[in-house]
Protein backbone atom coordinates (compact mmCIF):
# COMPACT_ATOMS: atom_id res chain seq x y z
CA UNK A 1 0.00 0.00 0.00
CA UNK A 2 2.75 2.56 0.57
CA UNK A 3 4.57 1.64 -2.42
CA UNK A 4 1.30 2.53 -4.47
CA UNK A 5 0.91 5.59 -2.34
CA UNK A 6 4.47 6.79 -3.36
CA UNK A 7 4.17 5.94 -6.86
CA UNK A 8 0.76 8.35 -6.78
CA UNK A 9 3.03 10.85 -5.61
CA UNK A 10 5.75 10.45 -7.81
CA UNK A 11 3.35 9.95 -11.31
CA UNK A 12 1.69 13.63 -9.90
CA UNK A 13 4.66 15.45 -9.08
CA UNK A 14 6.21 14.99 -12.28
CA UNK A 15 3.17 15.69 -14.49
CA UNK A 16 3.82 18.76 -12.99
CA UNK A 17 7.60 19.13 -14.21
CA UNK A 18 6.51 17.78 -17.25
CA UNK A 19 4.37 20.58 -17.94
CA UNK A 20 6.25 22.92 -16.68
CA UNK A 21 9.52 22.00 -19.13
CA UNK A 22 8.44 20.64 -22.03
CA UNK A 23 5.97 22.95 -23.04
CA UNK A 24 6.17 26.35 -20.80
CA UNK A 25 9.27 27.36 -22.48
CA UNK A 26 7.66 27.22 -25.72
CA UNK A 27 4.27 28.80 -24.57
CA UNK A 28 6.56 31.95 -23.77
CA UNK A 29 8.53 32.19 -26.65
CA UNK A 30 4.52 32.03 -28.48
CA UNK A 31 3.59 35.23 -26.95
CA UNK A 32 6.40 36.73 -26.80
CA UNK A 33 9.15 36.29 -24.43
CA UNK A 34 12.79 35.85 -26.00
CA UNK A 35 15.65 33.47 -25.11
CA UNK A 36 16.98 36.23 -22.37
CA UNK A 37 14.12 36.22 -20.38
CA UNK A 38 12.74 32.73 -20.93
CA UNK A 39 16.25 31.78 -19.27
CA UNK A 40 15.63 34.64 -16.78
CA UNK A 41 12.10 32.94 -15.73
CA UNK A 42 13.08 29.39 -15.75
CA UNK A 43 16.05 30.76 -13.51
CA UNK A 44 14.24 31.57 -10.51
CA UNK A 45 12.44 28.44 -9.21
CA UNK A 46 15.76 26.78 -9.44
CA UNK A 47 17.34 29.85 -7.32
CA UNK A 48 14.52 29.24 -4.85
CA UNK A 49 15.81 25.43 -4.20
CA UNK A 50 18.67 26.66 -3.52
CA UNK A 51 18.43 28.93 -0.85
CA UNK A 52 15.76 27.38 0.84
CA UNK A 53 17.49 24.27 2.36
CA UNK A 54 19.39 27.01 4.44
CA UNK A 55 16.19 28.07 6.67
CA UNK A 56 16.55 24.82 7.45
CA UNK A 57 19.61 24.29 9.06
CA UNK A 58 18.78 25.94 12.45
CA UNK A 59 15.68 27.96 11.85
CA UNK A 60 13.23 25.19 10.87
CA UNK A 61 12.33 21.48 10.42
CA UNK A 62 11.00 19.73 7.33
CA UNK A 63 8.14 19.02 9.48
CA UNK A 64 4.56 17.27 8.51
CA UNK A 65 2.73 21.43 9.14
CA UNK A 66 5.95 22.34 6.42
CA UNK A 67 5.41 20.18 4.15
CA UNK A 68 1.00 20.99 4.18
CA UNK A 69 2.16 24.94 3.61
CA UNK A 70 4.37 24.09 1.34
CA UNK A 71 1.77 22.25 -1.01
CA UNK A 72 -0.93 24.78 -0.69
CA UNK A 73 1.90 27.04 -1.65
CA UNK A 74 2.51 25.22 -4.98
CA UNK A 75 -1.22 25.22 -5.82
CA UNK A 76 -1.48 29.15 -5.47
CA UNK A 77 1.77 29.59 -7.26
CA UNK A 78 0.05 27.95 -10.02
CA UNK A 79 -3.28 29.43 -9.93
CA UNK A 80 -1.04 32.98 -9.67
CA UNK A 81 0.53 32.57 -13.08
CA UNK A 82 -3.23 32.94 -14.44
CA UNK A 83 -3.04 37.06 -14.14
CA UNK A 84 0.65 37.29 -14.85
CA UNK A 85 2.13 35.03 -17.39
CA UNK A 86 1.88 37.52 -20.09
CA UNK A 87 3.48 40.12 -17.91
CA UNK A 88 7.47 39.56 -17.37
CA UNK A 89 7.86 40.79 -14.56
CA UNK A 90 4.86 39.81 -12.52
CA UNK A 91 5.34 36.57 -13.77
CA UNK A 92 8.46 36.05 -11.90
CA UNK A 93 6.82 36.12 -8.50
CA UNK A 94 4.69 32.96 -8.42
CA UNK A 95 7.72 30.92 -10.48
CA UNK A 96 9.97 32.00 -7.17
CA UNK A 97 6.63 30.86 -5.08
CA UNK A 98 6.31 27.17 -6.84
CA UNK A 99 10.18 26.91 -7.06
CA UNK A 100 10.33 27.23 -2.69
CA UNK A 101 7.58 24.84 -2.64
CA UNK A 102 8.90 22.21 -4.61
CA UNK A 103 12.07 22.38 -2.93
CA UNK A 104 10.47 21.33 0.12
CA UNK A 105 7.95 18.66 -1.15
CA UNK A 106 10.22 16.32 -3.14
CA UNK A 107 12.74 15.91 -0.53
CA UNK A 108 10.68 15.18 2.12
CA UNK A 109 8.88 12.30 0.10
CA UNK A 110 11.95 11.01 -1.65
CA UNK A 111 13.74 10.84 1.72
CA UNK A 112 10.46 8.60 3.11
CA UNK A 113 10.83 6.75 -0.09
CA UNK A 114 14.55 5.94 0.38
CA UNK A 115 14.61 4.67 3.53
CA UNK A 116 10.89 2.89 3.65
CA UNK A 117 12.06 0.96 0.43
CA UNK A 118 15.67 1.06 -0.28
CA UNK A 119 17.79 1.77 -2.74
CA UNK A 120 16.78 -1.36 -4.97
CA UNK A 121 13.09 -0.50 -4.99
CA UNK A 122 13.22 3.48 -5.02
CA UNK A 123 13.86 3.17 -8.73
CA UNK A 124 10.53 0.93 -9.07
CA UNK A 125 8.51 3.76 -7.33
CA UNK A 126 10.11 6.58 -8.82
CA UNK A 127 9.53 5.18 -12.31
CA UNK A 128 5.68 5.97 -11.94
CA UNK A 129 7.26 9.44 -12.33
CA UNK A 130 8.83 9.06 -15.42
CA UNK A 131 5.35 7.69 -16.85
CA UNK A 132 3.96 10.60 -15.65
CA UNK A 133 6.34 12.97 -17.19
CA UNK A 134 6.22 10.95 -20.47
CA UNK A 135 2.55 10.49 -20.88
CA UNK A 136 1.74 14.19 -20.16
CA UNK A 137 3.97 15.02 -22.92
CA UNK A 138 2.57 12.93 -25.34
CA UNK A 139 -1.06 14.26 -24.59
CA UNK A 140 -0.20 17.77 -24.23
CA UNK A 141 1.71 17.82 -27.36
CA UNK A 142 -1.70 17.18 -29.24
CA UNK A 143 -3.68 19.74 -26.94
CA UNK A 144 -1.97 23.26 -27.06
CA UNK A 145 -3.60 25.23 -29.14
CA UNK A 146 -3.11 27.94 -26.35
CA UNK A 147 -1.06 28.17 -23.68
CA UNK A 148 -3.89 28.43 -21.42
CA UNK A 149 -4.39 24.62 -21.95
CA UNK A 150 -1.11 24.05 -20.24
CA UNK A 151 -1.65 25.98 -17.07
CA UNK A 152 -4.92 23.93 -16.92
CA UNK A 153 -2.57 20.77 -16.83
CA UNK A 154 -0.63 22.31 -14.76
CA UNK A 155 -3.06 23.14 -12.24
CA UNK A 156 -4.56 19.85 -12.33
CA UNK A 157 -1.77 18.12 -12.24
CA UNK A 158 -0.57 20.28 -9.01
CA UNK A 159 -4.05 19.17 -6.93
CA UNK A 160 -3.48 15.86 -7.72
CA UNK A 161 -0.12 16.44 -6.42
CA UNK A 162 -1.15 18.08 -3.20
CA UNK A 163 -4.02 15.28 -2.86
CA UNK A 164 -1.63 12.21 -3.61
CA UNK A 165 0.67 13.72 -0.74
CA UNK A 166 -1.80 14.07 1.76
CA UNK A 167 -2.59 10.43 1.20
CA UNK A 168 1.00 9.18 1.89
CA UNK A 169 1.37 11.61 4.84
CA UNK A 170 -1.89 11.51 6.78
CA UNK A 171 -2.06 8.52 9.81
CA UNK A 172 1.86 7.84 8.96
CA UNK A 173 3.88 7.74 12.08
CA UNK A 174 6.94 7.22 10.26
CA UNK A 175 6.65 10.29 8.82
CA UNK A 176 5.66 12.17 12.26
CA UNK A 177 9.24 10.60 13.88
CA UNK A 178 11.36 12.92 14.78
CA UNK A 179 14.91 13.93 12.41
CA UNK A 180 18.23 13.48 13.55
CA UNK A 181 20.21 17.29 15.07
CA UNK A 182 20.64 19.07 12.10
CA UNK A 183 23.41 20.41 13.53
CA UNK A 184 26.08 18.16 12.05
CA UNK A 185 25.61 18.77 8.76
CA UNK A 186 28.18 20.13 6.55
CA UNK A 187 30.06 20.56 3.22
CA UNK A 188 33.60 20.12 3.36
CA UNK A 189 34.45 16.24 3.55
CA UNK A 190 32.43 15.88 0.59
CA UNK A 191 33.24 19.22 -1.30
CA UNK A 192 34.20 17.90 -4.86
CA UNK A 193 30.76 15.54 -4.88
CA UNK A 194 29.00 18.88 -4.46
CA UNK A 195 30.75 20.60 -7.16
CA UNK A 196 29.84 18.22 -9.52
CA UNK A 197 26.04 17.87 -8.53
CA UNK A 198 26.46 21.41 -9.18
CA UNK A 199 28.10 21.53 -12.90
CA UNK A 200 25.84 18.14 -13.98
CA UNK A 201 23.07 20.63 -13.34
CA UNK A 202 24.17 23.72 -14.89
CA UNK A 203 25.03 21.44 -18.07
CA UNK A 204 21.40 20.10 -18.24
CA UNK A 205 20.10 23.61 -18.46
CA UNK A 206 20.83 23.70 -22.29
CA UNK A 207 18.58 20.30 -22.02
CA UNK A 208 15.40 21.85 -19.51
CA UNK A 209 14.99 25.10 -21.14
CA UNK A 210 15.83 24.67 -24.45
CA UNK A 211 15.56 21.45 -25.53
CA UNK A 212 12.32 22.19 -27.13
CA UNK A 213 13.06 25.48 -28.83
CA UNK A 214 16.34 23.81 -30.59
CA UNK A 215 15.11 21.05 -31.49
CA UNK A 216 11.73 22.65 -33.43
CA UNK A 217 14.40 25.25 -34.89
CA UNK A 218 16.30 22.88 -36.80
CA UNK A 219 13.35 21.46 -38.01
CA UNK A 220 11.82 18.68 -36.13
CA UNK A 221 8.34 19.53 -35.36
CA UNK A 222 6.76 20.04 -31.39
CA UNK A 223 4.79 16.72 -31.65
CA UNK A 224 8.18 14.67 -32.60
CA UNK A 225 9.69 16.43 -30.28
CA UNK A 226 7.30 15.36 -27.72
CA UNK A 227 7.59 11.98 -28.61
CA UNK A 228 11.71 12.33 -27.93
CA UNK A 229 11.20 14.06 -24.52
CA UNK A 230 8.97 10.60 -24.16
CA UNK A 231 11.32 8.05 -25.58
CA UNK A 232 13.93 9.76 -23.01
CA UNK A 233 11.57 9.02 -20.42
CA UNK A 234 10.95 5.49 -21.26
CA UNK A 235 14.79 4.75 -21.59
CA UNK A 236 14.82 6.35 -18.24
CA UNK A 237 11.61 3.96 -16.95
CA UNK A 238 13.91 1.20 -17.93
CA UNK A 239 17.14 1.70 -16.41
CA UNK A 240 14.88 2.73 -12.73
CA UNK A 241 13.24 -0.97 -12.96
CA UNK A 242 16.49 -2.69 -13.61
CA UNK A 243 19.14 -0.87 -11.78
CA UNK A 244 19.44 -2.86 -8.59
CA UNK A 245 21.96 -5.55 -10.10
CA UNK A 246 24.33 -2.40 -11.14
CA UNK A 247 23.65 -0.43 -7.93
CA UNK A 248 24.61 -4.09 -6.22
CA UNK A 249 27.46 -4.52 -8.42
CA UNK A 250 29.06 -0.96 -9.07
CA UNK A 251 30.61 1.43 -6.25
CA UNK A 252 28.15 4.14 -6.39
CA UNK A 253 31.06 6.55 -7.04
CA UNK A 254 31.72 4.78 -10.28
CA UNK A 255 27.98 4.74 -11.25
CA UNK A 256 28.05 8.47 -10.86
CA UNK A 257 31.06 9.23 -12.87
CA UNK A 258 29.62 7.08 -15.49
CA UNK A 259 26.61 9.00 -15.72
CA UNK A 260 28.46 12.39 -16.09
CA UNK A 261 29.98 11.21 -18.73
CA UNK A 262 26.70 9.78 -20.47
CA UNK A 263 25.97 13.73 -20.00
CA UNK A 264 28.95 14.91 -21.59
CA UNK A 265 28.72 12.66 -25.04
CA UNK A 266 25.16 13.35 -25.36
CA UNK A 267 25.27 17.38 -25.38
CA UNK A 268 28.30 16.40 -27.96
CA UNK A 269 26.32 14.87 -30.35
CA UNK A 270 23.85 17.33 -30.29
CA UNK A 271 25.82 19.89 -31.13
CA UNK A 272 27.48 17.86 -33.59
CA UNK A 273 24.55 16.72 -35.63
CA UNK A 274 21.95 19.38 -34.40
CA UNK A 275 19.20 18.31 -37.40
CA UNK A 276 19.48 14.70 -37.27
CA UNK A 277 16.43 13.13 -35.95
CA UNK A 278 18.04 9.84 -35.54
CA UNK A 279 21.32 11.13 -33.37
CA UNK A 280 18.21 12.95 -31.42
CA UNK A 281 16.85 9.58 -30.33
CA UNK A 282 20.28 8.20 -29.27
CA UNK A 283 20.81 11.33 -27.12
CA UNK A 284 17.67 10.86 -25.70
CA UNK A 285 18.17 7.37 -25.07
CA UNK A 286 21.36 8.23 -22.54
CA UNK A 287 18.74 10.33 -20.08
CA UNK A 288 18.44 6.16 -18.63
CA UNK A 289 22.19 7.16 -17.59
CA UNK A 290 22.89 10.76 -17.32
CA UNK A 291 19.72 10.64 -15.44
CA UNK A 292 17.86 8.11 -13.85
CA UNK A 293 21.41 5.94 -12.98
CA UNK A 294 22.87 9.27 -11.90
CA UNK A 295 19.97 10.41 -9.79
CA UNK A 296 19.44 6.53 -7.39
CA UNK A 297 23.46 6.78 -7.15
CA UNK A 298 23.72 10.23 -5.46
CA UNK A 299 20.84 10.41 -3.33
CA UNK A 300 22.27 6.54 -2.36
CA UNK A 301 26.23 8.13 -1.94
CA UNK A 302 24.39 10.98 0.27
CA UNK A 303 22.27 8.72 2.68
CA UNK A 304 25.61 6.75 3.28
CA UNK A 305 27.70 10.28 4.08
CA UNK A 306 24.83 12.18 6.08
CA UNK A 307 22.86 11.24 9.18
CA UNK A 308 20.54 13.72 8.25
CA UNK A 309 19.11 12.39 5.40
CA UNK A 310 16.15 14.95 4.57
CA UNK A 311 18.54 17.84 4.86
CA UNK A 312 20.85 16.14 2.88
CA UNK A 313 17.98 15.61 -0.30
CA UNK A 314 17.26 19.02 0.28
CA UNK A 315 20.65 20.50 -0.25
CA UNK A 316 21.13 18.25 -2.98
CA UNK A 317 18.00 19.69 -4.55
CA UNK A 318 19.34 22.98 -4.01
CA UNK A 319 22.67 23.09 -5.05
CA UNK A 320 22.42 20.90 -7.55
CA UNK A 321 18.82 21.14 -9.62
CA UNK A 322 18.81 24.59 -7.44
CA UNK A 323 21.79 26.66 -8.06
CA UNK A 324 22.90 24.54 -10.44
CA UNK A 325 19.51 24.80 -12.35
CA UNK A 326 19.49 28.54 -11.51
CA UNK A 327 23.09 29.15 -13.30
CA UNK A 328 22.35 26.52 -15.62
CA UNK A 329 19.03 28.25 -17.35
CA UNK A 330 20.94 31.87 -16.89
CA UNK A 331 23.82 30.44 -18.89
CA UNK A 332 21.99 28.72 -21.83
CA UNK A 333 19.64 31.90 -22.31
CA UNK A 334 22.71 34.15 -22.99
CA UNK A 335 24.29 32.00 -24.40
CA UNK A 336 21.81 30.38 -26.91
CA UNK A 337 22.54 29.70 -30.33
CA UNK A 338 24.62 26.94 -32.49
CA UNK A 339 26.97 26.02 -29.60
CA UNK A 340 24.98 26.07 -26.97
CA UNK A 341 25.69 22.39 -26.05
CA UNK A 342 28.98 22.50 -26.79
CA UNK A 343 29.22 24.97 -23.51
CA UNK A 344 26.74 22.01 -22.03
CA UNK A 345 29.04 18.75 -22.95
CA UNK A 346 32.42 21.29 -21.80
CA UNK A 347 30.52 21.90 -18.57
CA UNK A 348 29.91 18.08 -17.80
CA UNK A 349 32.86 17.34 -18.59
CA UNK A 350 34.13 19.57 -15.40
CA UNK A 351 31.57 17.88 -13.44
CA UNK A 352 33.36 14.74 -14.18
CA UNK A 353 36.56 15.86 -13.66
CA UNK A 354 35.42 16.98 -9.98
CA UNK A 355 34.52 12.98 -9.12
CA UNK A 356 38.00 12.62 -9.91
CA UNK A 357 39.08 14.49 -6.77
CA UNK A 358 36.42 12.96 -4.69
CA UNK A 359 37.25 9.81 -2.16
CA UNK A 360 34.46 7.54 -1.49
CA UNK A 361 36.13 6.56 1.68
CA UNK A 362 35.54 10.32 3.13
Known sequence: MIFTKISS???????????????????????????????????????????????FLKHFE?????????LLGAIG?????????????????????????????????????????????????????????????????????????????????????????????????LLSAPTVSNTTFRFSHATFLWISFFLMQVSFGAFYNFFTIYETAHGITLETTSYL??????????????????????TLLSLLKFGVLSAAVRWFLLFLFPSSLLVSYATQSLHAFSFALHHTAALSLLYTLYAHKKLAAQFYYGLSFGLGGFAGALIAGNFYGPRLYMYAGLIALLSLGSLFFFKEKE
Open 62 to 70: LSRTVFYTA
Open 77 to 173: AIVLFYPTIEHFYLFMLPNMLLGACLGMILPYVETYAMEHLKKERFGRARLFGSIGFMAIGIILARRLEHFDNALHYLLAAIVLTAASAYWLTRRNA
Open 229 to 250: WAFGVVCEIILFYFQAPLLKRF
Open 9 to 55: FFFFYFVVTGVYVIFMPKMLQTIGYNAFQIGAVFALAPLMRFIVPFF
